[in-house]
């Protein structure tokens, strides 16, 4: 944790020079996430969480703006399978520690009023993790089948009035955040290849 936050402050540091005016600020905001697998007998549902954190904005018309925020997020995977006595349904809760780096551009630029639209990477590190089991029969997703460092690419627009900053975005896993799990009842591994999308929408405070 101590180097991600020290490498976090140097990018922070090296982006001010390089680009002039600086604007930060807390975030708080809600976000829909949904887990995909690869397995058609797999089906998977949307689920709400929250996030709150902080973001740096470097530039004018054209800026960089890192973030560093704690994630709330689920998963819900339930199997539809033939024998219906075999179903079982878990939720995966995550809290996550996330780290996107966005480049931006100010389409409209008044003083009061502007229009942005912004793309970039973002890494995800899984700090905590809860699995809840709804059927009878348990589930094969345990703590350890979980991928703990992820990557992700954030799109989206927003718009900024006077001190406030709303931005809206889409987020886009780019690898199996659980790639396989085995039943310890009985034996069966499923090939989840599983990965995962959420919308995300944030209020700014910019100081």
């Known amino acids: 944790m101590k180097k991600i936050t020290l490498v ?45 954190g902080a973001f740096v904005r470097i530039g004018k018309k054209v800026y960089v703006q890192p973030e560093l925020y704690y994630t709330s997020q689920a998963g819900t995977f339930q199997i539809d399978s033939v024998k219906p006595v075999n179903d079982w349904k878990q939720k995966v809760t995550l809290g996550t520690l996330d780290i996107p780096v966005l480049i931006g551009f100010k389409i409209i630029n008044p003083k009061v009023v502007n229009w942005r639209i912004m793309a970039g990477p973002m890494a995800s590190f899984v700090v905590n993790s809860n699995i809840k089991d709804f059927n009878s029969v348990f589930g094969p997703i345990k703590n350890a089948d979980i991928k703990k460092a992820n990557w992700y690419v954030q799109v989206g627009t927003g718009i900024d009035v006077l001190f406030l900053t709303l931005d809206i975005r889409y987020q886009i896993g780019l690898n199996q955040a659980i790639s396989s799990a085995t039943s310890t009842t009985t034996g069966t591994t499923y090939n989840l290849n599983a990965t995962n999308k959420m919308w995300v929408v944030s209020l700014g405070f910019k100081i």
């Open 8 to 52: 976090f402050a140097i990018l922070l540091l090296s982006a001010g020079l390089s680009y002039g005016q600086f604007t930060f600020g807390p975030k708080i905001g809600y976000n829909a996430s949904q887990s995909h697998s690869s397995m058609s007998s797999i089906k998977t549902s949307f689920n709400s969480g929250f996030h709150f």
